[in-house]
């Protein structure tokens, strides 16, 4: 039995002080491959999360779907997956949960960091305070779990903010951007008009629904929104839609995504919950009947908040033209993809999204603060403009450059440096050699590994089987739109390529063949040669194409 007598001093909750080589705060994919990475190499590694479980806003909290270069497939950088360990993650995950059951992701991603013994993981647990040892420098990151009433004061020689909105970096005192930049600043096209476009990229909020096989009514909560039907993008819901495909679903662009979260989050349970009743008691959805809740989303995918300064600041000149620097790390393939501040109540498109023509690389100086010595960042918050934001902010992107974080922070401890001192033309050859050597392509980057003994080796195959081509297919494709085939073609070889095409009404056929304008491009920008043919109605024919 525990009988303590009245104190009239307060009261301080259990404290325990942590020693690691590094803190990470934040478990979202970013904070989860950098303590992964550093922890695998050897360095201590402590790894703060506020919430019950990792994975950011790829957790079962949130339910966004890991995206990178690739898009999806959804455009040219078709071959670009992202390597190292975020694949590892990607590919155990498709082994185990191919359907994409978020529940099931979260324990891959558990598994991943409980099997290092050398991280210390802190779930539940909120960092909200620093210490700084000197001005440039922090010493102590102190969070406080809610579970266990227990303080923990985690002390390090370096720290990785992968936390979203930054807090480390905000209270050690780094330098930082929130909201977007003018056209001017850094000459960038797409940057958004203020006052039509806005600032800042909004919240969203998903749901589920299932149908439980007979009919079910539903009385809204008396916080919902009455007036569904007026929303623009109302249009854009069609009834089994549910989870991503609800990211129209957005609201507080125009608000402070960081103190006025908890207000954007409570707007878009109103949206939620009013866009539900329009569905189950306007009588236009007569086949929502056996349809359910299933789950709707207590905690917001946020997009956007602040940004800190690094030693370098990517932008839009630097993803349109592919630039390359000495010190790229990492890349990023999605599209500059920005949304309407007014979100879901915008008249603007849901997004606008400009597609570079192949990856960009970003620099190592994107990723610790110009100003505290021993801070790295990771995640969305690294050193970006708005625009260029709009591209390396998705997950798959945030975690290939959070390897790299985590391999600086070993190469650091190894040799008693600062994160700024990899960014030395004669350290950063070691941090992209040890990135390549764990499965991290860099683009356009040739390393000479002389260790490497595969260059060296003798590869003999038992058989050989020599490609002669695929079958067509017996189904036909309506030619609605321009259709193109992405082929790997050898330079100085002569190719022949046949098509069979039967008319439906006479019509004229273009055909065209392009290439990339740059080699490492898979975007088809260059017509190297083009013919038209005049088919008849009914008209079959086999046509061939030598070049
Ligand atoms: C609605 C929406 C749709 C999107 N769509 C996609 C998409 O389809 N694909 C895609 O790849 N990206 C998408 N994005 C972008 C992407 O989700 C974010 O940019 C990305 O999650 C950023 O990664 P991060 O690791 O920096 O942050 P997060 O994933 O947010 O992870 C940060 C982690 O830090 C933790 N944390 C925060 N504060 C503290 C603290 N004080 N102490 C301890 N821990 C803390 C949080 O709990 C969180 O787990 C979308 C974003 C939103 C909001």
């Known amino acids: 039995m525990i009988l303590e007598a009245y104190s009239s001093q307060k009261r301080i909750t259990k404290t325990i002080p942590l020693q690691s080589d590094l803190v990470v705060v934040g478990g979202g994919l970013s904070g989860v491959c950098a303590a992964i990475t550093a922890a695998r190499s050897g360095l201590k590694v402590i790894l703060l999360q506020d919430r019950p479980v990792l994975g950011g806003n790829a957790s079962s909290e949130v339910r966004l779907w890991s995206l990178g270069a690739t898009s999806h497939m959804g455009n040219n950088n078709r071959w670009s997956r992202e390597g190292g360990l975020i694949n590892e993650i990607l590919l155990e995950n498709l082994k185990r949960n191919k359907e994409g059951n978020p529940l099931i992701f979260d324990t891959v991603l558990l598994e991943k960091v409980y099997e290092e013994e050398n991280i210390t993981l802190l779930l539940n647990t909120a960092v ?261 934001f709009g591209s390396s902010r998705v997950m798959l992107t945030c975690a290939h450059g959070a390897q790299a974080v985590g391999e600086a922070a070993v190469i650091c401890k190894e040799e008693g440096l600062l994160p700024r001192d990899i960014a030395s033309k004669e350290k950063i050859g070691k941090l992209q050699l040890a990135l390549n050597r764990n499965g991290q392509s860099i683009p356009r980057l040739s390393l000479e590994d002389t260790d490497d003994l595969a260059i060296r080796a003798n590869i003999e195959a038992s058989s050989t089987l020599a490609f002669t081509g695929f079958a067509a297919a017996d189904d036909w494709q309506v030619l609605k739109f321009g259709l193109a085939q992405m082929v790997p073609l050898k330079a100085n070889e002569t190719y022949s390529f046949e098509f069979e095409v039967d008319a439906l009404e006479a019509t004229n056929l273009e055909l065209q063949l392009k290439s990339s304008s740059a080699c490492s491009n898979f975007t088809p920008d260059v017509i190297i040669d083009k013919k038209e043919i005049d088919l008849k109605k009914r008209e079959t024919k086999n046509h061939f194409y030598n070049y």
């Open 128 to 388: 909200y305070d620093v210490e700084k040892g000197d001005d440039n420098r922090i010493k102590t990151a102190t969070a406080f779990c809610s579970q266990n009433s227990t303080t923990y004061v985690a002390n390090a020689p370096l720290f990785c903010d992968a936390s979203g909105d930054g807090i480390i970096a905000f209270m050690a005192g780094a330098s930082f951007r929130m909201g977007a930049e003018t056209k001017e600043e850094f000459d960038e096209g797409f940057a958004p008009n203020l006052e039509d476009y806005g600032n800042l990229l909004g919240h969203s909020l998903y749901f589920y629904t299932k149908d439980i096989g007979k009919p079910i009514t539903y009385t809204p909560p008396s916080f919902a929104i009455k007036n569904a039907e007026e929303l623009p993008r109302i249009k854009n819901f069609q009834l089994g839609d549910h989870g991503c495909k609800l990211w129209w679903v957005e609201h507080g662009g125009r608000l402070d995504t960081i103190h006025q979260s908890e207000d954007i989050k409570f707007e878009l349970w109103k949206v939620v919950y009013g866009i539900w009743d329009y569905v189950k008691n306007s009588g236009k959805y007569p086949e929502a009947a056996n349809l359910t809740l299933e789950w709707v989303g207590t905690i917001p995918g946020k997009r956007e908040s602040r940004r800190f300064e690094g030693d370098f600041m990517l932008t839009q000149k630097d993803i349109v033209e592919q630039r390359d620097y000495y010190d790229a790390v990492s890349f990023g393939g999605w599209a500059m993809d920005l949304h309407p501040a007014d979100g879901i109540y915008s008249k603007h498109n849901s997004c606008t999204q400009w597609h570079g023509k192949g990856v960009y690389s970003i620099p190592y100086r994107c990723y610790y603060s110009k100003n505290i010595d021993n801070l790295f960042l990771a995640g969305r918050i690294i050193s970006a403009s708005h625009v260029a």
